[in-house]
């Protein structure tokens, strides 16, 4: 069982930047799609960012587009986050997908994805 840990959240300011970083310990990730989630307090988790397995393909949720950028290596996977809002407040998640070659990464529910990691909390002030 692959096992993603996140790093990178914290409190910054409404218009701030933060970058999230999402490791596979002693495991590859090139074989899987990787998708970022949120989930704020009393709410449903929701698609964020996706990515394909060789990187260069890339789906946004409406709500981050042209502000986060999601990004990969081989065994990591990044999210930029600029232009920072309060309501972006949420712990943040990444998860994986098993796929074959380089299929398109649109995958943008939960159910698609096989792992998750255990997220990282990031809190926007006004």
């Known amino acids: 069982q692959v096992q993603l840990v996140e790093s990178g959240g914290g409190l910054v300011q409404a218009g701030g930047s933060v970058r999230l970083s999402c490791a596979a310990s002693g495991w590859s990730l090139s074989s899987y799609v990787m998708g970022w989630f949120r989930q704020a307090p009393g709410k449903e988790r929701e698609f964020v960012a996706t990515i394909s397995t060789n990187g260069v393909t890339t789906y946004y949720a409406e709500a981050v587009l042209g502000r986060f950028t999601i990004s990969r290596e081989k065994d990591a996977v990044y999210l930029q986050m600029n232009s920072l809002k309060p309501e972006d407040t949420a712990a943040y998640l990444c998860?994986?997908?098993?796929?074959?070659?380089?299929?398109?990464?649109?995958?943008?529910?939960?159910?698609?994805?096989?792992?998750w990691g255990q997220g990282t909390q990031v809190t926007v002030s006004s």
């Open positions: 998860a994986g997908k098993g796929v074959l070659g380089t299929s398109s990464p649109y995958y943008i529910g939960v159910n698609d994805y096989n792992f």
